[in-house]
């Protein structure tokens, strides 16, 4: 198993510019999370799918951040314009359905840079 | 009523000593406990996990100790090394659903 893929690995960008984020679950897991993490505010989560669905998405800054997961294999985080605030590094995991399935399997993260 | 409050922000242990990471939560609902490590670069994995139906588990050279009166879990890294220095973050969660994160704390285990 290859595990969570994320794209790219770093992304450097100029304020005002659109930012897309991508993400691969694990297959067969439905749930879906998408993470910010820094120095300041620690790991927030920003909103998570299951099944496809986005069921909260209450971490989520503000309008310029959107999230997609049009497949249970495919997610995007979008951020339409970006500022330099929003330079982090954000993870997508996932996770299966079950009993005592609770294990959240991170990626290795996209470095944002908004210059 | 979400939160999780971990302590010490960061740690520093000499090799071979044991390295102990606290956590405290309000939510009686959560019913899960993980803890992740991360290391620079990398996103978090599991380290070890534990539900409140036991006061310990252990795994290898890592303990988790649950005392759910006071609604508190601490890991412990025994005989700490060199290699164990990363951030922990410890979480919590209640019938599968979102996990709640504390700060994290950094080790930094000196040889």
């Known amino acids: 198993d290859a595990g969570v893929i994320q794209s790219p690995r770093h992304e450097v960008t100029e304020m005002g510019q659109e930012v897309t984020l991508r993400c691969k679950p694990i297959?067969?897991?439905?749930?879906l999370f998408w993470y910010r993490q820094t120095m300041m505010r620690g790991l927030e989560l920003l909103i998570y799918?299951?099944?496809?669905?986005?069921?909260?998405d209450s971490g989520m800054p503000e309008d310029r951040f959107s999230a997609k997961m049009p497949n249970a294999s495919f997610s995007t985080l979008k951020i339409q314009p970006s500022e330099p605030r929003d330079s982090a590094v954000y993870f997508c995991?996932?996770?299966?359905?079950?009993?005592?399935?609770?294990?959240?399997?991170f990626g290795p993260g996209t470095r944002l840079t908004v210059l | 009523q979400q939160q999780v409050k971990q302590s010490p922000q960061s740690l520093i242990v000499q090799k071979g000593g044991i390295s102990i990471i606290n956590c405290a939560y309000e939510?009686?609902?959560?019913?899960?406990f993980p803890w992740y490590q991360q290391f620079p670069g990398k996103g978090p994995a599991l380290l070890i996990a534990?539900?409140?139906?036991?006061s310990e588990k252990k795994e290898g050279r890592f303990t988790i100790s649950f005392n759910k009166s006071a609604k508190q879990f601490s890991l412990h890294i025994m005989d700490s090394q060199p290699g164990d220095s990363a951030t922990y973050f410890c979480?919590?969660?209640?019938?599968?659903?979102?996990?709640?994160f504390g700060e994290g704390t950094q080790l930094t285990v000196n040889p």
């Open positions: 534990i539900r409140p139906d036991v």
């Open positions: 939510n009686t609902a959560f019913d899960y």
């Open positions: 995991a996932s996770r299966g359905t079950g009993a005592f399935v609770d294990t959240q399997y």
């Open positions: 297959s067969g897991h439905d749930y």
């Open positions: 979480a919590a969660s209640s019938s599968g659903s979102r996990l709640t």
């Open positions: 799918f299951n099944n496809n669905v986005p069921i909260d």
